[in-house]
Structure formats: C-alpha cells, structure tokens
C-alpha cells in the first residue's frame, strides 16, 4: 500500500444549519500533487482548515502522514507548510523579518533559517525586495513570500489555498513551476485548491471535484477526461435546451448531451468530431436553437465538473 | 514557553519600528503626569501625609498600563480580522503562549511608560522612597497586574466581531475601574459602600502597594495581600482570556 499524505474518512463539518463539508473521503497519496477543484462556497477552505488542524471537525475525521488532526494535533503542525486564501502578511516586517520570525515559531536554528532564507528568496525570486518591508510588495510578490514562508520549515506536506488567486499570468505560471519543482525535485506531498481548471490540469497528479460540500469524484485527470468521450462539441446560444438533447441525442454517433441552461451552454460528446459536426448542427439549429458559437475539442477538466455536478464551473 | 518569547520579540520589534508609537507613547506619558502634577498640585497640596505628586503618580501609572492593555487586545483582535493569527495557530506552539506574548508585550511597554512617568514626576517633585528594591517590586506588581488586564482585553479581543463591538465592550469596564478605585482619592475618606466597590478593582491594590514600595507612603492593605490579589487577577484573567480564545477557535 502506498503512504497516503492526506486521509479523509466521513468528514462532516456544519456551521450551524449549513452543511459545509458532508462525508468527505479523500485520499491523497504521498508525493503527489493533489488539486480540490471547485466553485466558490464548495468547502475547499473549510477542508484545508480541518487539515491544517485550525478547525475541529464536526464529526469523522482526518489524517496527515498517518497522524490524527485532532488527536495529534501538534505532530501535524510539525510536518506541514501551508499557505492560506487570503494573504495574512504582518504589513510592517520586511520579507526577510517574515522568513526569520516563521522559522523561530518552529524552532529552527538561526543557521538553518539563514540558509532557507538565501534558497528560498532564489526560488521565489525575490531577492531585491527581501529586505524592504511587506507593505511595499505587489499582490504577487506577497503570494511568493507566502510560498516562501510556507516552505521555511522544509514541510513534508504543502497545503496551498488558491495559491494563484488574484495573480496575473505570468505570476500564476511561476508559482506553477515552483509547485511542480517542489514535487518533481523533493518529492513534497501537496495539497492544493483552486476554481481554475487550467490550474488542475496544468498541476495535477489527482484531481479531486468538490461541490457543496461533497467530493464527486477523483482520478487522475487524463483519465476523468477520458471517461467523457474523445471528442466534445460545445454549443453556446439560447432556444429550448431540452429540446436541443432530446434531438442531438438521436443523431448518429453521439454518446451523450449535457446542458447548462443558466450558462447557455451545451456538450455534446460524439466518437468523432469533426465527422459528426454537421449533423449535429444541422439538427440542432432546424429545431430553433440560435447558436451562436461552437467549438469542437477534446473534453477538459470544465467539462467533467459540468458533468459531475450538472453546472459548468465558473470564476 | 519559548514560543511566548519568539511572538514577544516580534511585537517589541514591530513597536519599535513605529515611530508614531513610541512618540505618542512617550507624549501621553508626559502629558498625563505634567497636566495632573501642574493642574491639581495647586489646589491640593498634600494628600494623606504625601505631597500630591506622588500621591497620583501610582494611579497614573495603572491607568496607562489599563490603555497598553486596552492597545494590546487590539492588536490581537486586528491580527485575528485579518488572519494573521492562523499563521500562529497551523504552527506547533500552544495557544496559551500567542496570548502570554502578547500579554508580555503589553507589559514591557507599561514598565517603560512607568519609568518614563517617574522621572518625569521626579522632575515635578514627586518624593520617591530611597529604596531600588522597592522600586523593583512596585514594577514587578505592575508588571503583574498590566498581564491581567491585558488578559481581560484579550479575552474580549477573542470573541469580538469588529473594532467598535471591541471598543465599546472594553468601555464598559474601563471606566469603572478608573473612577471606582483609590487612584484619585484615598481609600479611607471613601463611604464604606464605595469601598467595598472599590476593594472588588484590582487596580486598588497595585495602586496601594505601589504608593508604600515606591514612595514610602505607609500601606492601606498588607503588601502582600496586595501581591497575592494581583497574581490571583492575572492567573484567573489569563484563564479567562484562554477560554474565550479556543471557543472563537470551534468554527
Ligand atoms: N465561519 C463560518 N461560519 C459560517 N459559515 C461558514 C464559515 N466559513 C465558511 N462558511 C460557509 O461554508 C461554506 C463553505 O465555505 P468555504 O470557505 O469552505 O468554501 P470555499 O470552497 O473555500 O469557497 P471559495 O472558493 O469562495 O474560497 C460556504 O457556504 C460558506 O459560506
Ligand atoms: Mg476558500
């Protein structure tokens, strides 16, 4: 059996009336890169704070490398680095002052923090900024101290809330390629939640789809994706979406029809493409849909949410 | 708790770092001991057998230890909006010991205040015991009773929503404590109904052990029931402040 860096088992957390995680069982396996993937409000927050042992669970329960997070609270805080949704940055310390003070929480000895300190302001590149105080850092740099600090304590298992929320794309890539160096190059265990599926496509070993507080399903990406179909049309327009499934469904070729009414939006899986898009057209647009996009592609990760949880993901 | 000296180092470094902090300390130092020392000194002139400066001095050293704590608990409530605390609260160190460095912090800042006030008082002619042991354990009950105090604005800190449902807790208690105590009168022209108030306020007796260790001025109470009622306060609001600190922490 493999090492599971994070464990799940029936995890329930209410706040009040509201359920915000319902009998979550996830399994991430040690050493990879695991992404939740979900809307605003799913509970991914909520999970990394039960994991991260800031929120006791209502009931079930979680393990990180075998320890409880509860019952073994501090063993767990021992070995993780996390970086949390909202930046939480003492405005007034430099970089380097945010470093040094996160590594004397953890006891480390002042040469060890000199020495992350000098490797990690290299990875996150922020060697001229370092010394000036946080204040004065853009959103991006900020998101990298952040990483940074969270890699201090050299954690087995890294946890990362959004970590490219509020990025332009050329920082959002570059904390990419950190998070997969970590993984690659250390074999780090992370722990990652986002509502970009480009991100969970381009990170992923393990996606995980949360919804309302429940886990949907799991795999490896390219294998969720593959469970579609091979090829998607996707119909963007207005007209009478059942409609448009019930016809679409009886042209030759197409395996399924799935509609996102709210989102004006239609896939329609079919064994070839690019063979099949001018019946499907043709039928669609003689009953009265006014189309007005369509796109022929492979299935993407968008399109398995959409299929799991009956809305398309949207940011 | 080494984790209580690490968040202590960096609130001291953060209070250094603001200028305006550490003026405005110093300014409302000053200004509290000169305007009561120049305003009332001459319409009273001695006050229990002691000049009236060094009479107040005591009382005005407690009440800006009151607004340290007052700072303090603030600091925790702003550090807890905007989540800084979860850095805190993911790493292996007790919850207890984000508390005490605060507590710690706002102490050291009270005990500079104070010895800023004493000078200044000196200056004004405020008579100062010739005994540097008693000075040392005047501190040290201030010490004691600024980490009380400052557990009482930690606790509430732990459970507000916002920077007015703070303020305006904290207000309910503040003014109490300032008016119902021995800071501005001597304990025994008091009626004996406001003294049984007054003997409630822990401010009482740092304020009494205080007058006897650093000015010579003879005790009201016993020294060390004085001592003993301030480390009780600071034991139980400490507890106190714990308690309130890990239910804001349920979810
Ligand atoms: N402290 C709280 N008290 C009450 N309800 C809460 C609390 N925290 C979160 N919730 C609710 O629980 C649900 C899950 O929230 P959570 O923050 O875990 O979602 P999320 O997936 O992280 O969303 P986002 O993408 O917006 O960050 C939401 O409906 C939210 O309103
Ligand atoms: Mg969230």
């Known amino acids: 059996m493999t090492e599971l860096a994070v464990e799940t088992i029936g995890l329930v957390k209410r706040y009040g009336m509201l359920t915000a995680l319902d009998q979550v069982h996830l399994q991430a396996p040690a050493g990879q890169i695991y992404a939740l993937l979900g809307p605003n409000g799913a509970g991914k927050t909520t999970l990394l704070s039960i994991l991260t042992t800031l929120l006791p669970p209502t009931s079930g329960s979680a393990r990180i490398l075998g320890y409880d997070v509860v019952r073994d609270a501090s063993e767990v805080r021992r070995r993780i680095g996390v970086t949390f949704q909202e930046m939480v940055l003492d405005p007034l310390l430099t970089g380097r002052e945010t470093l040094d003070f996160h590594g004397r929480l953890y006891r480390l000895p ?21 010394d000036r105080p946080v204040k004065s850092y853009s959103g991006g740099m900020k998101r990298r101290l952040e990483l940074a600090r969270g890699l201090m304590t050299d954690p087995q298992v890294l946890v990362l809330d959004e970590p490219t929320q509020g990025l332009d794309p050329q ?48 795999g490896r990406p390219s294998d969720l994706i593959a469970s579609l179909g091979s090829d998607v049309i996707r119909v963007r327009g207005s007209g009478d979406f059942q409609h448009l499934a019930t016809v679409a469904g009886t042209v030759d070729g197409v395996s399924r029809v799935e509609t996102d009414p709210a989102g004006g939006l239609a896939l329609i899986y079919t064994d070839n493409g690019s063979r099949r898009l001018p019946a499907v057209l043709n039928t669609i647009s003689n009953n009265g849909f006014a189309i007005e996009d369509v796109t022929l592609a492979r299935p993407s990760l968008g399109d398995v949410f959409l299929h799991y949880t009956g809305t398309a993901l949207r940011d | 708790m080494y984790a209580t000296y690490v968040i202590w180092t960096r609130h001291m470094r953060k209070f250094v770092q603001q200028t305006e902090e550490l003026v405005g300390l110093a300014l409302q130092s000053v200004l509290w001991v000169v305007l009561f020392g120049v305003g009332m000194r001459g319409m009273i002139s001695d006050v229990g057998g002691s000049d009236y400066m060094s009479f107040i001095l005591p009382g005005i050293i407690a009440l800006s230890a009151l607004g340290g704590a007052v700072g303090g608990g603030m600091v925790l409530l702003d550090e807890r909006l905007r989540g800084i605390v979860k850095e805190y609260l993911a790493a292996p160190i007790p919850r207890l010991s984000i508390l005490l460095g605060s507590a710690a912090s706002t102490a050291t800042k009270a005990l500079l205040q104070a010895t800023l006030m004493l000078i200044v008082g000196l200056l004004m002619g405020a008579r100062l015991a010739i005994n540097p042991f008693g000075w040392i354990g005047a501190l040290i009950l201030l010490a004691i009773f600024a980490i009380g105090f400052s557990g009482l604005a930690l606790g509430v800190a732990a459970v507000s929503r916002s920077i007015a449902g703070y303020h305006g807790m904290i207000f309910l208690f503040n003014l109490p404590l300032l008016f119902a105590s021995n800071a501005l009168y001597p304990l025994e022209v008091l009626p004996g109904w406001m003294r049984a108030i007054v003997l409630i306020n822990p401010a009482t007796y740092l304020i009494d052990a205080v007058r006897a260790l650093a000015f010579g001025v003879d005790a009201t109470l016993p020294l060390w029931a004085s001592g003993l009622v301030l480390a009780i306060f600071a034991a139980a609001s400490m507890a106190f402040a714990l308690a309130l600190f890990r239910r804001s922490l349920r979810g």
């Open chain 1, 110 to 130: 002042a040469s060890v923090r000199r020495q992350r300190i000098a490797e990690l302001v290299e990875l996150v590149q922020l060697t001229d900024a370092i």
């Open chain 1, 171 to 218: 920082n959002r890539v570059n904390i990419w390629s950190y998070v997969r160096d970590l993984n690659r190059r250390r074999g780090m265990s992370i722990l990652l939640t986002t509502h970009a599926m480009d991100e969970a496509e381009a990170l992923a070993d393990l996606v995980g789809i949360i919804d309302h507080g429940r886990l949907i399903v799991t």
